[in-house]
């Protein structure tokens, strides 16, 4: 079963731009499967933060962006805060409807 | 409010069986897929199982084809996952989560619950 690639850490002082990428393949992101991105706070379940690529559900701050393009996709926190410390981790499907996730990726604000 | 509790983690010998509950209420629940999903102790996260609305479709991990079972009780608004001949790596804090639609998000997530298996 196939997995998405992500860097394993990013880290950007408070204010700054801070991007995560997302690497899969032709036969999940690639195929055509939109791409989901969940933050998970220390200690808590994962939340939904961008769905569909691009959306975010309510309450998400707009500081808060996706991306996609071929077989990767891409998250954007923008004007980075300290609450914005966390793990964040892409998700898609495969060809045959089987969930992947990425192998996560720790935002550390300076 | 949607909410999705988890139940049934406990400490288990290897190659002993667990079957875990998750409670929905809030939404209706035959209208939704479920999926279970787990996470290994300092690990990320991994997708386990899913199971269509109307539970005709089921698909599985490979990691976990043949051993585990995904299940939903349409009176009782609940999900199982039956767990057999458990293994070491097995080890998670295992989460059910609501997804919208065959390849859409899981837009709502449970507490989790701690699956150990040791001897």
């Known amino acids: 079963q196939s997995v998405l690639t992500q860097p394993p850490s990013v880290s950007g002082a408070p204010g700054q731009r801070v991007t995560i990428s997302c690497t899969g393949s032709s036969s999940n992101i690639g195929a055509g499967y939109d791409v989901h991105w969940y933050q998970q706070l220390p200690g808590t379940a994962p939340k939904l933060l961008i769905y569909t690529n691009t959306n975010r559900p309510s309450g998400v701050p707009d500081r808060f962006s996706g991306s996609k393009s071929g077989t990767s996709a891409s998250l954007a926190i923008s004007g980075l805060q300290a609450e914005d410390e966390a793990d964040y981790y892409c998700q898609s499907y495969d060809s045959s409807l089987r969930g992947i996730f990425g192998t996560g990726t720790k935002v550390t604000v300076l | 409010q949607v909410q999705l509790v988890e139940s049934g983690g406990d400490v288990v010998q290897p190659g002993r ?13 035959s209208n939704y897929y479920m999926h279970w999903v787990r996470q290994a102790p300092g690990k990320g996260l991994e997708w386990v199982a899913v199971i269509w609305n109307d539970g005709s479709t089921k698909y599985y991990a490979d990691s976990v084809k043949g051993r585990f079972t995904i299940s939903r009780d349409k009176s009782k608004n609940t999900l199982y996952l039956q767990m057999n001949s458990l293994r070491a790596e097995d080890t998670a804090v295992y989460y059910c989560a609501r997804g919208a639609h065959s390849s859409g998000p899981f837009d709502y997530w449970g507490q989790g619950t701690l699956v150990t298996v040791s001897s």
């Open chain 2, 17 to 29: 069986s667990l079957r875990l509950s998750c409670a929905a209420s809030g939404f209706t629940f």
